[in-house]
């Protein structure tokens, strides 16, 4: 039987998740009333409840710092280069959509270092030849 449930998008262990929300509700839930017992007693009542809620929020981050220690992620990331087969594919899906992406040495000089820096201006210079040749018969 699979522990894994999927919780706004993301794939998590289902004892994890119900040790992270205990966790969350033991350490927040006293913190919380004995804040508010605490602050009843030598603040202005008006203002006793707002402090409680900002201890509880304490205790929250607090829970989630040590959830986060206790449950580290399982997953393991790679990365790996695409080629330019997909970043060719990549920009014709945005061509489709948006319309043709243009020259990039008609763009100015800090949106070309930008691009650059992305190391993005030589996928769409070779996009626009790429264009450009199809256009000529």
């Known amino acids: ?11 998590v262990d289902s004892r994890h ?9 033991g350490t927040a839930t006293p913190l919380y009333l004995g804040a508010d017992y605490f602050f009843s007693r030598i603040a202005d009542p008006s203002l006793a409840g707002s402090y409680a809620l900002l201890t509880g ?30 970043r060719a594919a990549a ?8 319309g043709p992406l243009g020259d990039p040495a008609e763009l100015p000089e800090p949106v070309r270092e930008e691009i650059r820096a992305l190391g993005l201006y030589d996928d769409l ?9 199809e256009a000529t018969p």
């Open 91 to 98: 920009m014709d899906a945005i061509e489709a959509e948006y």
């Open 1 to 11: 039987m699979s522990n894994l449930l999927e919780i706004w998008g993301d794939t």
């Open 17 to 25: 998740t119900v040790g992270a929300i205990a966790l969350g509700i």
């Open 125 to 133: 210079r070779a996009q626009h030849e790429r264009h450009l040749k």
């Open 57 to 86: 929020l304490a205790g929250c981050l607090i829970a989630g710092f040590i959830g986060a220690r206790l449950f580290e992620p399982k997953r393991v990331v790679t990365e790996q280069d695409s080629g330019n087969e997909g």
